[in-house]
């Protein structure tokens, strides 16, 4: 493998760790509060229709990217409002973001432009611009440095480098913020939280929120920064791939940066050799573009026992009279 190669799948790396890195946050928050959000995928794939929808009708891809995360922030609070105020089975309410996802979003793309439940491609100014960070031109023949900086680092969507700076943020809310620490006693002991006077409701509440925001921006990027319009189903298990990299994290903001950059490098890998050979055997299509997915079960398999979620997610809080 050549150096040109590597630069470019290391560069397909961030592109594809980008969504995952979102939503993997966005679970994180929730969950950390006590509120387990299968639906992840389904705010992924409304966001990611809404994003280039209105970025192609609008012609501006900023009104898309808040169009989707005006969308996800509602689903979001449905999911609030099901499993918070009415104390509904969390995993089912996840669960029935995804279907009407997945639903909705080919009924309405094929009722409003006619293209099989798909939307027309994105140009121009409809679709999110490559940034060039400063001097990537004049360090591109510097060894080592101008490589790395002006072929990885440099080039991408403006939310790709968004998407990398959440990570230090979310770490400094949750563990450097009155706000995180309430937010990590909601998802351990909402009873004590709720002796000292805080809103336990609240506070689920706006991690849910911020869980919306986020898969807002994932499915954002994925239909106009990653892709050029939606597709049918286009989030392709993401949503579920990320709450794999988070069980692997251990609700962690560093380590799920490590855990999406190591999905991503594999969905990278798998696109970049399609056709390799192991043994003098030829490797079918079909085993490379499952490397990721292989690598959810096995995680699932291997680390869910291992890994200690907050006490109380997953279950809701009856405030004691």
Known sequence: MDLATILQVL?????????????CLAGLISERAGVFDIGLEGKMLVAAFMAAAIAYVSGNVWIGVASAVAVSVILSLVHGVASITFRGNQLISGVAINFLAAGITVVVAQNWFRQGGRTPSLSGDARM???????????????????LYS???????LLVYVAFLCVPLTWYLLFRTRFG??????????AAVDT??????????????????????A???????????????????????????????????WQALGAVLLFGLLEAVANRFQ??????????????????YVLTVVILAGFVGKAIPPRAGGAAYVKEH
Not at 129 to 147: K, M, N, Y
Not at 151 to 157: D, E, W
Not at 201 to 206: H, I, M, N, Q
């Open 219 to 253: 499915g954002a990027y994925l239909s106009t920064g990653l892709s050029a319009g939606f597709v049918k189903d286009m989030t392709a298990g993401r949503g579920f791939i990320a709450l794999a990299a988070m069980i692997f994290a251990k609700w962690r903001p």
């Open 196 to 217: 000292a006077g805080i809103s336990v409701t609240g506070l689920r509440y706006a991690a849910v929120a911020l869980c919306g925001v986020l898969c807002g921006l």
């Open 151 to 157: 072929g990885i680092l440099s080039g991408h969507a």
């Open 181 to 190: 620490l309430r937010l990590r006693a909601v998802g351990e002991n909402p």
């Open 275 to 292: 056709n390799i050979e192991v043994l003098g055997l030829p490797v079918p299509v079909q085993a490379m573009q499952a490397l990721p």
């Open 129 to 147: 611009a490559q940034i060039t960070l400063p001097f990537a031109d004049s360090l591109r023949d510097v060894p080592v440095l101008g490589p």
């Open 11 to 23: 560069d397909s790396t961030l592109r594809l760790a980008t969504p995952l890195l979102f939503a």
